[in-house]
């Protein structure tokens, strides 16, 4: 075939006959890339998904980790002392040489705001580590850098130039280049197509699909990262340590001033991250600044010059180049957050079983669940993202498809008919992970609030009581203390932790008996938070009993009277509240024997 | 921390202290203002500078075919309402044209009464099945509505102009045409009363019902409906069927007016329809949408064909404006939501 010719070959018609037959399309690949992409197609095919598993464990420990901050942040010294904690507007004499300078990012989402005042600044040729917890801020900081999204107040400079970066391309014109948590690849396009998207090599107007080819199959080769990965082969089919090479790659590609690395060895081995250090500190020496984001203590001590702390959108602290880089001076930058109260007091008067699930298995992957919730509980369900704890309270609620088992409420078995009304039925509500799933957001606080109740409480034949579903409405807008306290607002206007009380309010009016929480505090401000404790303990005392269902370590410990652990989509263990340690749950968090 | 805290109260006061936005006839009427002040200036317009528009007869037309538009519209927008769009409405003009004629016009009794009665309902079994099965299709297997009325509108058609031969079928009985083809109440065109009438009955569904909050919700996020216990597929396909039934009910009207089945009836509806629900103030994707503003849309709609037929501008420019009139609709309701 001539190259033209090639190059016309539409992209979908040849993915299309790969999907056809894999013997025609090896042929028809292999006459692609035998001169653009010599060999590497065919080397790749044959180990599809090796290394997944081993990515696995290391995830799990960066999980811990995580988690473990958490708690411990929790747990510390509400004070901030010591020479730790330096002035963070404090002006460099040498600004003229600093990369990027950030002075008073500030950006929030409705009322809750998620930078507040940041100062950030970077010089040429060093790693500068952003620190904190989840929701601390540091996916917003970066996003804004990239032009993701606009901040509401402060300035950023780079080399000394005041710039506005008000979209993608202004910040990869500013030779601002990042790689994403999650990627930012095109599943559907292939490797090649997406380390060159948005910046083609063309010829006239066809791609160059040779030239591409062949800078990305050199460098590949220069990484001597012993990872085979077709260039012709779907994103979608590769496994996700491949995903955040060709991720990492496309980034390192580019020409670059400041890289940014979000949590980019997450998928990764230690040796694939020793190549990836490598790198970094030769993009350093050539002055490029980098911005790392990890969790990872221990990478931190390897490539880190200095930290930046953030917790709550602001900067807590700093660990200067001078300075070492410890595990304790990381956590010493995360001290207790000062207004948040997670230990209630809680009723000892539990009544009898309310809720009883028995070897409960559903299509979706649970495997023989068995707990019980005693009247006047808070049940805790805890456990890693994938560990099924949520599918939990969904499969209770009738959103998944039950395979066996039963599901008793107050001695009745109602697993063969359950469904989200038939559970609503019997007076057990569930809070969604994703809030918004719960609410229509075009429509106002009222009708949100009394959507389940209609048929039983505020209509009569079918037509609505309108009266005394503002009644209604009024009382419970008051008793959760909605802001503003007006029930005809649309929710979309309302910010996160408001639009969860309304979906709480949705379940006082249902008069709910039993309650299934599932992740309601996430992306919650702070104070909202210790408003649902409060609440969710209240509850719990004239409640049948009450689920809570949260990654949070601290939530399990201290707002629960007993907590059952999830890992692979089986219960692992189940602690009672006063003999549950923090090591403990960890333990189990992680499948580990303890 | 403090000073978080008061900048989220003081944000609060703010919002607090900020004119509501009620949901509810007057905002919804104030939705769909947007486009009164075009509306009165195509009054206006043809008021001044078109012969014959202030005429009786003239007027008169106009609220028939307002009347038609209006019904069909508000079957649409029940659509539009939970989320989907129908494409088939036109053919199920034309279907229930053929089919309520075939039954009425048979030449057995000279009563034409108790013939036009069993007619009409044929005619609207078989709209709703139509609606029965879009719905049915679009919510138990999960297509995309677009796809299976746009499959409809040609099943449809399709079964109208066999039915027929492709020929009109004479033979309406009188009955018909002189209760719902020309008749009037007081001067007022029977077809505008019943027009009215349903958009009240319409309007108390749609606010006053459990049936119509639900409808909203489903629009709105038919995950937090599921989530509410609220069977979402029995109410969208009630939501086509009801569609279904608007459309054959204004095929009954319009077979009355012309006095014969015809297999190619309502051609222009659809686009009509849209255009006017659009313009009305309903939301496409669901969740929005008030009756006032979609008789008033449709209204719009059917002055601006009139006069262009009064000033004699062909039907096939008559398309392009009202292609171009939906297209403005939408593109304008984009960007005042934003």
Redesign the interface.
Known sequence: MPAIGRALVPHCLKRYLGQLSSVSSSCQEDQVCSNESAGSAAVGDGASFPDILDGGDFQQALRLFSIELRTLSALDDPQPRGTFFRESRRLDKDQDVLLMKVRGLTKSFE?N?VL?DVDFDLKPGEVHVLFGENGAGKTTFTKILCGGYLPKSGEIAIEGQKVHIAKPADSRSLGIVAVHQDFSLVPQLNVLENLYLGREFKTGPFLNKRKMAKEAKDYFEDLKIGIDIDLNKKISLLSMEKQQVVAIARALLQPLKILILDEPTSNFTDRETGILFEHIRELTQRGVGVIYISHVVEELKAIGDRVTILR?GRVVGHIDSNEKITKENLLKGMVQR??EKVRQVLTTNLGKVCLEVKNLSTDSGLKDINLSVKKGEILGIGGLPDSGKSLVGRAL?G?EKILSGEIQIRGEDIVHEI???V???NRMI?F?AEK?????????IK??AT??S??DKF?NR???D?GRERDAVSGIVEKLNV????M???VC?L?GGNQQKVIMG?GLLKEAKLFIFDEITRGV???SKVEFYQIVAEIAKDADGVIFITSELAELLDLCHRVVIMYGKRVEATLEHEYATREELVHHILGLEV | ?S???S??KL??EM??ARP?????VFRSFIRSAGFLPLLVAALLIAGLFVNHFFTIMNLMNIMRQTSYLAIITIGEMLVFIVGGFDLSIGSVVALTSVVTTMIAATKFADNGATLTIVGIFGGLISAGLVGLINGTVIAVFRVASFIVTLAMMGIAAGVALDLSGGTPIWGVPKFMISVFGGGSIFGVPTVFIIMVIVSVIMYILLN????G??F??IG??E?????????TKKYIILAYVLCGLFAGFTGVLLTARVGSGEPVLGGGLMLQAMAAAVMGGT?VGG??GNIPGVVLGAFFIVLVSNVMDLVNIGSYIQMIVMGGFLMFAIVTDEILRK
């Not at chain 1, 802001?483 to 007006?486: G, T």
């Open positions: 009322s705001i507040n709550d000062p207004a609620f959103l469904s989200p009304s559970a609503l039925k569930y969604p918004l799933d719960g609410l229509v957001l075009c429509r106002d009708e949100n959507l389940p209609l048929e209509s079918g037509i609505l309108k802001k503003p306290p007006n005809g607002r649309r206007y910010s949705r401000d702070i104070a | 921390m000073k978080v805290n900048i989220i944000k609060e919002e607090s509501t936005a009620q949901i509810g006053q019902t459990k049936l909050r639900y909203w919700a709105g996020n995950n937090a409906a599921i989530l509410s216990g609220i069977n939301k969740g929005e």
